[in-house]
């Protein structure tokens, strides 16, 4: 038997066991089982994977930073970004990878826009600064904008409201609550000028629903889940992918 997870705090809500398993389905790789793990502690997270015995691991919020960190290698956008959100047994080590930039650019490539801004400073926003290299970057605090240098970035306090078309979402906020990743003042100025809102967050959120009144062009995660995932497959198997077909089989159960 060959395990995969989701490691996650909370993780209750992920879609990735569906989504995995009609693939391994689908491929008759009938001694493949995907499954949750909720981690409370994300410097628990490779102690866990060598003791559930996993072959490799999707990684979310909040312990993508943990997975960078205690990695025994990263390789590709991860090593700049320093966040993993895929971890690999690949001999005797643990290799950690990141998905999430390539699949969120591909979920949005019937988007026509200019300029974008970051909402969120976590692991995620990192990975889609380096796909978005003229995005603008806004979240709660200082400290964690330090790691957007070349990027310009405001706080909530700071922020110098102008016109973006693609506004996108990368933080928590309205997974397991109701809350704004923004101030709603904030949130409705942008909104009056924008295209187009994403959110990576793939239920119904307090943000989605605010940019949909606005009426923009909205997308909520489902999209840069499937195409994240369909790049992550690609290192669960030992094979090459149709990644059209992967696809298409993960988004019939979303």
């Not at 909520?220 to 090459?240: A, N, R």
Request: glycine share 6%.
């Amino acid at each position: 038997m060959k395990l995969f997870t989701i490691f996650g705090n909370p993780v209750s809500h992920s879609k990735s066991p569906r989504m995995y398993n009609i693939c391994f389905k689908y491929y008759n790789l009938n001694d493949y089982c995907y499954t949750r793990t909720y981690l409370k502690n994300g410097e628990d997270i490779i102690k866990t994977f060598k003791k559930l015995q996993i072959s490799g691991a999707s990684v979310t919020v909040p312990h993508k930073e943990w997975a960078y960190k205690l990695a025994d290698e990263v390789r590709g956008i991860a090593k700049e970004i320093k966040a993993v959100n895929c971890l690999i047994q690949e001999g005797d080590k643990i290799v950690g990878y990141n998905t999430d930039a390539e699949g969120f650019v591909e979920s949005i490539n019937e988007f026509d826009y200019q300029s974008v801004l970051i909402i969120g400073a976590g692991g995620t926003a990192k990975a889609l600064s380096k796909m978005f290299e003229n995005a603008d970057i806004l979240n709660r605090s200082e400290k964690r904008l330090k790691d957007f240098i070349t990027h310009k970035t405001y706080t909530w306090d700071n922020f110098e409201n102008k016109k973006y078309d693609l506004i996108i979402n990368t933080t928590s906020a309205g997974l397991s609550d109701d809350n704004l990743p923004a101030p709603k003042e904030i949130l409705e100025e942008l909104f009056k000028n924008a295209k187009y809102a994403v959110d990576v967050i793939y239920h119904k959120t307090p943000f989605q629903k605010l940019a949909q009144s606005y009426g923009l062009e909205l997308k909520d995660g489902s999209d840069m889940l499937v195409y994240q995932g369909v790049l992550q497959f690609d290192k669960f198997v030992d094979f090459t992918i149709d990644k059209k077909e992967v696809a298409n089989l993960m988004k019939k159960v979303l």
